[in-house]
């Protein structure tokens, strides 16, 4: 009898093992199954932080693109301020320089009208100086150089209505400048009788010449 308990007893304690043993397999399963879903959780957590790792590499990349561009940004706007500085020094020098361009052009008029004041008196006196030689059409060359320098010059015509009209017998051309000189002359010139004499004399007839012919 003892013997039968004591086989009765090892045959529960058996069976409460095998039970035991059950239980922990169900559980070591359940364990597995769970390890095996926290593994596959910690490679979704590793792909995440790796796919964050990237987006950080990238965003980090990204920002340094707009730092730099950010940077040439800023070194082409003060370069365009440097350029807008000096363009405002140029036009403010520009337009001093326009404001100051009709005083400038008064003065060149001025200069000019004295240059060709000048040379048309030297051009008259070359004249006088070849009257004097007796060479008249050098003479007639030169005051007509200088009537094209001064066209109202009373002295000028004068001269060559005298050339035209004692040495060269060219009645027409004295008159026209006689008439000339004495549109520009003063009264108190005492040549303007002569001349007035003259076209009294020889206007009228050559006004009778050109009705004959």
Not at 19 to 45: M, V
Not at 111 to 135: C, I, P, S, T, W
Request: no cysteine; proline share 1%.
């Amino acid at each position: 009898k003892e013997a039968d308990s004591r086989s009765a007893f090892l045959e529960g304690q058996k069976l409460s093992l095998e039970s035991r043993l059950e239980e922990l397999g169900g559980k070591e399963r359940d364990w597995s199954i769970k390890n095996d879903e926290f593994i596959a959780l910690i490679k979704d957590k590793e792909k995440n932080i790796t796919e964050l790792k990237q987006d950080q590499a990238r965003l980090a990349n990204q920002i340094k693109d707009m730092q730099a561009k950010a940077k040439e940004t800023q070194e082409l706007k003060d370069r365009l301020y440097e350029n807008n500085k000096l363009l405002f020094r140029d036009n403010k020098l520009l337009k001093e320089k326009v404001e100051s361009l009709p005083r400038k052009l008064s003065q060149v008029a001025v200069l000019k009208d004295r240059l060709l004041k000048e040379n048309a008196v030297l051009h008259y006196n070359l004249g006088v100086f070849h009257v004097k030689r007796q060479e008249y059409n050098e003479a007639i060359t030169e005051f007509e150089k200088s009537l094209e320098l001064n066209p109202n010059d009373a002295a000028t015509h004068y001269n060559l209505g005298v050339i035209y009209a004692d040495y060269l017998n060219n009645r027409p051309k004295a008159i026209a400048h006689f008439k000339r000189y004495l549109m520009g002359a003063a009264k108190d010139d005492r040549d303007v009788e002569r001349a007035k004499k003259y076209l009294l004399t020889w206007e009228t007839w050559e006004d009778e010449k050109l009705e004959k012919q």
